[in-house]
């Protein structure tokens, strides 16, 4: 297990400046925000709430937060030492460096919680990663999350690329089902709502890092791939997109 820990931390310390440029700039930021934290977030109020940021990598979930709900204590926690340096710099807020994976215990205790794209990097022990999780918060806390959907009917494509691409760690990373997910909580959640999406702009706007796509054409694709979007994920079903997000609340 410390060896798959060093190894995440590893990897996303090297790939951190790529990654901070291609998914926080003003196209990716404006997917995250109206397909993403826009929905996780709809109906609650955190202001003056404490809200840990969990896997926070540089701090843009953190920052958005802030930007909705003045006042939100934010404490961000991640795997990267170079990442919670990042986020301290930015949000200046408190990171702790935290492996989600391992036995974990806070002093501190959360009306909330939120991790974008960080559980599906848990995969070593969801188990434990949830028991983390879930002793972190209060009962009742909300738990929001944004994760690669494992039904997606290309997943087994999904499972190449993580093999062969070197922005993927395919040993510490895979695609989630929601309905596993959940199960592995032993009962420590419920689940208010779960929502699949990610049509034609989450692939070549908000991971044109993965693609690989020039800055200058993704100015030019963005504005009607995330148009095309919209109507994309207005379809129904679960096998049709790539990713999903859910609410659950503290047992």
């Known amino acids: 297990m410390a060896e798959t820990s060093d190894r995440q931390a590893g990897h996303y310390d090297r790939i951190l400046s790529d990654y901070d440029r291609h998914y926080y700039d003003r196209h990716s930021n404006e997917y995250r925000e109206r397909f993403i934290i826009g ?3 709809a109906g609650l109020d955190l202001r003056g709430k404490r809200v840990a940021d969990l896997a926070c990598g540089s701090g843009e979930t953190s920052l ?14 991640d795997i990267s030492p170079e990442a919670a340096k990042k986020y301290e710099a930015r949000v200046e807020r408190p990171c702790h460096p935290l492996d989600l994976t391992k036995p974990h215990q806070t002093d501190e205790i959360f009306d909330a919680a939120i991790i974008m794209g960080g559980l599906h990097h848990c995969v070593a022990d969801l188990e434990t990663t949830l028991a983390n999780v879930a002793f972190m918060l209060k009962p009742g806390a909300p738990f929001l999350m944004f994760e690669p959907n494992r039904e997606y009917f290309l997943q087994f494509a999904r499972d190449i690329w993580y093999r062969t691409d070197r922005y993927f760690d395919a040993a510490t990373e895979d695609g989630l089902a929601h309905g596993d997910l959940l199960s592995r909580a032993g009962g420590a959640f419920h689940a208010e709502q779960v929502r699949y999406f990610g049509g034609p702009a989450f692939f070549l706007v908000y991971n044109s890092l993965v693609f690989r796509m020039p800055h200058r054409v993704k100015d030019i694709v963005a504005p009607p791939l995330m148009v095309l979007e919209a109507g994309f994920n207005g379809l129904l079903g679960k096998r049709l997109f790539s990713s999903f997000i859910a609410r659950w609340q503290r047992a």
Do not use: E, I, K, Q
């Open 39 to 41: 929905p996780l977030v």
């Open 64 to 77: 958005s937060l802030r930007r909705r709900f003045p006042g939100v204590a934010l404490t961000g926690f």
